[in-house]
């Protein structure tokens, strides 16, 4: 069957929820055609490592992944059908015919569209050995995930975290909310090594083992043993140590989900794996396909290449800019004058928010007491300020977003 769409949209997470509601806002929703790999029409995934497992707002864990989809909708059923935006869910798309533009379902149903958005996302990193192994480890990326791992968050579960970043931290946190005990795993020689600085990172590290958290650091874990008759795994790292487990997350990072462009002969940005655009996010090979979210490798004045991000703000803010330009208005280059990425972490009771991006800081200006309190790292190249890490001081991150906009593109 072959139907036709104006605007066909390829995802269902934040990037396409927000693209709808960009269109919609605009009067233009009815253009969109979605099409969802996964049985929900898009939802928010934040809150699958936050508000969800930590069971905020006494909040009990879903009891089906159909329900924590509901629960994390961005738009209704309802809703979606009154606008006129055409949603496809459990529709993978497997080829895309840039010369007839049309994109193949699996099954063989066929969608024409006269621009094409890809809002594929990212999937999570799980070695080899582990993935070719269902149950053996969980990742928490997908309502499907969450669902899972909700229930098994129990009193006295024994949870080792594979991986230091904002997700395994996360992870941890939300199961010592639930009476887990709780260990986390980082080959490198810090949490979050890839996304703050020295300060911060110690300053959480503090935080997990005040929780009665264990941070292992400087040392991978290399094989994760399942027991006999379902007793507990057994969790081994390089330097030796043994952990025993009933739970193991997995949270090693995102790759970007680039197969279906690279197979349709759109250009991959080499350094950051994303999909090549331009700065009005247009894949530089076909004007005709936008990629928006974690797929998008874009330009950025002033850093020496292209920038792949993986934020909400950034999701939402690049399905912005492409709702806008389809309208016909002209928004500017994406991520020039006055863009400044943003990020946040919920864990237990505290907020990490970071603004900018420190990549190339040689000084750092900290106000605050880290490990003990509030505070603020502020990283700077010379006198020109990059990025600010806050710690439960709202007012310091938004001072430092009017700061950073304000700054001249180098």
Same mark, same amino acid.
């Given at each position: 069957?072959?139907?036709?769409?104006?605007?066909?949209?390829?995802?269902?997470?934040?990037?396409?929820?927000?693209?709808?509601?960009?269109?919609?806002?605009?009067?233009?929703?009815?253009?969109?055609?979605?099409?969802?790999?996964?049985?929900?029409?898009?939802?928010?995934?934040?809150?699958?490592?936050?508000?969800?497992?930590?069971?905020?707002?006494?909040?009990?864990?879903?009891?089906?992944?159909?329900?924590?989809?509901?629960?994390?909708?961005?738009?209704?059923?309802?809703?979606?059908?009154?606008?006129?935006?055409?949603?496809?869910?459990?529709?993978?798309?497997?080829?895309?015919?840039?010369?007839?533009?049309?994109?193949?379902?699996?099954?063989?149903?066929?969608?024409?569209?006269?621009?094409?958005?890809?809002?594929?996302?990212?999937?999570?990193? +799980?070695?080899?050995?582990?993935?070719?192994?269902? %149950?053996? &480890?969980? /990742?928490?990326? @997908?309502? *499907?995930?969450? !669902? $899972? =791992?909700?229930?098994?968050?129990?009193?006295?579960?024994?949870?080792?975290?594979?991986?230091?970043?904002?997700?395994?931290?996360?992870?941890?946190?939300?199961?010592?909310?639930?009476?887990?005990?709780?260990? +986390?795993?980082?080959?490198?020689?810090?949490?979050? %090594?890839? &996304?703050? /600085?020295?300060? @911060?990172? *110690?300053?959480? !590290? $503090? =935080?997990?083992?005040?929780?009665?958290?264990?941070?292992?650091?400087?040392?991978?874990?290399?094989?994760?043993?399942?027991?006999?008759?379902?007793?507990?795994?057994?969790?081994?790292?390089?330097?030796?140590?043994?952990?025993?487990?009933?739970?193991?997350?997995? %949270?090693?990072?995102?790759?970007?989900? @680039?197969?279906?462009?690279?197979?349709?002969?759109?250009?991959?940005?080499?350094?950051?794996?994303?999909?090549?655009?331009?700065?009005?996010?247009?894949?530089?090979?076909?004007?005709?396909?936008?990629?928006?979210?974690?797929?998008?490798?874009?330009?950025?004045?002033?850093?020496?290449?292209?920038?792949?991000?993986?934020?909400?703000?950034?999701?939402?803010?690049?399905?912005?800019?492409?709702?806008?330009?389809?309208?016909?208005?002209?928004?500017?280059?994406?991520?020039?004058?006055?863009?400044?990425?943003?990020?946040?972490?919920?864990?237990?009771?505290?907020?990490?928010?970071?603004?900018?991006?420190?990549?190339?800081?040689?000084?750092?200006?900290?106000?605050?007491?880290?490990?003990?309190?509030?505070?603020?790292?502020?990283?700077?190249?010379?006198?020109?300020?990059?990025?600010?890490?806050?710690?439960?001081?709202?007012?310091?991150?938004?001072?430092?977003?009017?700061?950073?906009?304000?700054?001249?593109?180098?």
């Amino acid at each position: 069957m072959r139907t036709t769409g104006d605007v066909v949209v390829v995802g269902g997470g934040m990037a396409a929820g927000h693209l709808v509601a960009s269109m919609h806002r605009r009067g233009l929703a009815h253009r969109l055609t979605v099409l969802g790999a996964e049985p929900h029409p898009p939802y928010e995934r934040p809150p699958l490592t936050k508000d969800e497992l930590a069971g905020a707002a006494g909040t009990e864990p879903a009891r089906t992944e159909a329900d924590l989809a509901r629960r994390l909708s961005m738009h209704s059923p309802a809703w979606l059908a009154e606008q006129g935006v055409a949603v496809r869910v459990g529709a993978r798309v497997s080829g895309v015919d840039r010369v007839r533009r049309t994109v193949t379902v699996d099954g063989g149903d066929t969608v024409s569209y006269r621009h094409l958005v890809l809002a594929t996302g990212s999937r999570p990193v +799980v070695p080899p050995p582990w993935a070719e192994r269902p %149950g053996l &480890v969980h /990742t928490v990326h @997908t309502a *499907a995930d969450g !669902a $899972r =791992l909700g229930p098994l968050l129990r009193e006295g579960v024994r949870l080792v975290v594979v991986g230091g970043g904002f997700v395994g931290l996360e992870v941890a946190a939300a199961a010592r909310g639930r009476g887990c005990t709780a260990t +986390v795993v980082e080959a490198g020689p810090r949490v979050l %090594g890839r &996304v703050c /600085t020295p300060v @911060t990172s *110690a300053a959480v !590290a $503090r =935080l997990h083992e005040e929780h009665g958290v264990r941070v292992i650091t400087g040392t991978r874990c290399v094989e994760v043993v399942p027991g006999e008759g379902g007793a507990a795994r057994v969790v081994r790292l390089a330097d030796g140590t043994a952990l025993t487990a009933d739970l193991v997350v997995v %949270g090693l990072g995102v790759r970007p989900e @680039t197969a279906l462009a690279s197979d349709a002969g759109l250009e991959e940005d080499p350094g950051t794996g994303g999909i090549a655009v331009d700065a009005a996010l247009r894949a530089t090979r076909d004007p005709s396909v936008s990629a928006v979210g974690d797929v998008a490798a874009f330009p950025r004045a002033g850093y020496g290449g292209r920038l792949r991000l993986e934020s909400v703000d950034h999701a939402c803010a690049s399905a912005e800019n492409v709702a806008a330009r389809l309208a016909g208005e002209d928004p500017g280059p994406y991520a020039g004058q006055g863009w400044v990425p943003l990020f946040w972490s919920d864990q237990y009771r505290h907020t990490l928010r970071i603004a900018g991006l420190s990549t190339g800081y040689d000084t750092t200006d900290v106000g605050g007491a880290p490990g003990e309190g509030p505070f603020t790292v502020r990283c700077l190249a010379g006198d020109r300020l990059l990025a600010v890490e806050s710690l439960d001081l709202p007012r310091d991150h938004s001072a430092a977003r009017r700061e950073l906009r304000a700054a001249p593109v180098h």
